[in-house]
């Protein structure tokens, strides 16, 4: 049944779907998903939990994470996914766009656009890149006054506060300030860029809430597994940006191919087929909402050695 006339989702509000996933025993796997797309498929596979990445989000309208789209860019791509999926979503709210009021605007809304859980670090404009070097720090104290305008505003919304102090303060520093965090109304944690069991066990056991880890790609962290995540104490993994890469790699060798061969008849096996890809969408329960549209047929796969004779 497509969202426009389904009537027997979960109406849980999704802070409380969200919750529920970080209660039950064993990690909360959240896979991003920087698309409505992305996340169908995600759900198709078996998450039940998702992470909108600002990066991601970012990097899929070709610009850099640096803090440069707006509120608003971030919560059409929340509201489609939102709508498409019907899961829990994590979503990356980078510095929350602004101070204490603006925390407290972001928070209402994506609510309103379908997140479930919001994540805001402890940077200043121009953000970074938690795994990439010298990141401007907010003060604890200013980080806390926006964990705690955001815990003001919010009716049902979990409130992840990350901290991007390890690698320039050091983990005790990175401990202190997640303390302080979650004394101001953090519902979990996240610190960026760690590398050891270690330090991720500390982490989350010091922290005094649930702990986030961030199995990002071609970064400071090690490749753990979700098992080992949990193993070092953590409660949710996310790989942030997968989705995104995967899809844009893939892109790059499909465009290099069709200029260099002219054709794509060689790529097809690479493909998601037009039958696969309207069953993903549910094109066919679309159209049976509107009795004027005939249902369609999908073309056999015609696979030519060559161009056809005119």
Known sequence: MTWLVADDWDSTPMGERFQALVDRPGIVRAPGAHNAMAGVLAKNAGFDCLYVSGAAVTASMALPDLGVITLDDLCFVVRTIHRATQLPLIVDGDTGYGEVLNVMRTVRELEDAGAAAIQMEDQVLPKKCGHLNDKLLETPEGMARKVAAARKARRHLRIIARTDAVQAEGLEAGIARAKLYVQAGADLVFADGIKTPE????????????????????????????????????????????????????????????????????????????????????????????????????????????????
């Open 199 to 310: 330090e991720f066990r500390r982490f989350s056991t010091e922290c005094g809430a649930p702990f986030m880890a961030n199995m990002t790609e071609f970064g400071r962290t090690p490749y753990y597994t979700a098992k080992q995540f949990e193993e070092f104490g953590c409660k949710v993994v996310i790989w942030p940006v997968s989705s995104l890469r995967v899809a844009s790699k893939a892109m790059q060798e499909m465009y290099g191919a069709l200029k260099a061969e002219d054709t794509l008849i060689n790529h097809l096996d690479k493909m998601q087929t037009r039958a696969e890809l309207y069953e993903t969408i549910g094109y066919h329960e679309f159209e049976a909402l509107d009795d004027s549209v005939a249902e369609t047929i999908v073309p056999d796969d015609i696979r030519i050695a060559g161009p056809r004779n005119s």
